[in-house]
């Protein structure tokens, strides 16, 4: 199994690690909720991740959980504005900009690390896997707790992230859709699982390899025992067949 993030994983009879993979699209008032994946930023301080984008990508950090592009409070850290030229820290998507580093960070094919902390009214952001390590933006303010995290691409790209969940495994809601139905695709990987439960599985834990922009739909057909899974970067349909059913991520 591929371990996106040394040094954290549990080591049983095999390496243990997860983290969520996120497919952000190119409408850029389109914002993925990781509550939606199950991750909240109550109670924590930091999270590291990876990105592979051409940019710009914001990670915006708010008390609400429906996201605001507008109102100061809602702060963001942004990499790969200005055509890649540039990263920062806002008090909004659309607001006033703090402390600019000047340096293409993004890379279109390639997963980049990240980091950001926000302890006591410190905001940073750097580069790299290690938290207080490669700062490249640092904004104070006063101190404030934070609940929920988007993510946001948008303005005409797209962006694959991979956030890391250290040990934790979260818990997150899917939706069997009415019907008989399966994914259809040019990209659609299938599988052999004992269950529905094996399936959803196979489409949450995924790697750079596999899945590398992460999976909300997956299908099962209960007769014959196969998974199907996509990779939410890639086109697909439904199409109507009998014994097959599916699942998406509300």
Known sequence: METPWTGICAFLL???????????STISNQAFPLARKGLTVTNITQLRFKLKACGPAHLILQKEDRVDFNTYGSWTFVLGSGGNARSEI????????????????????EF?????????????LGKGSEFGTDRISLHTIAPVEFNYAFLVTGWGKTGCWD???GLTMLA??????????????????????RSPKECNLKCVISTEDYLPCGCVEYSYNKLTKQCLVVDESD??????EA???TWKLM
Request: aromatic content about 18%.
């Open 14 to 24: 095999f390496e243990v690690c997860f983290s969520l993979r996120v497919f952000t």
């Open 112 to 124: 980049r690390p990240f980091w950001i902390r926000w302890k006591g009214g410190m905001l940073e």
């Open 235 to 240: 086109d697909v349909i439904l199409v109507d």
């Open 163 to 165: 956030v890391d969940t």
């Open 90 to 109: 806002r008090s909004a998507v659309f607001g006033p900009l703090y402390d600019p580093h000047y340096e293409a960070l993004l890379d279109c094919n």
């Open 243 to 245: 014994s097959w059913k």
């Open 172 to 193: 997150s809601t899917w939706k069997k859709l009415p019907g008989n139905t399966k994914l259809f695709g040019a990209k659609v990987f299938g599988y052999h699982t």
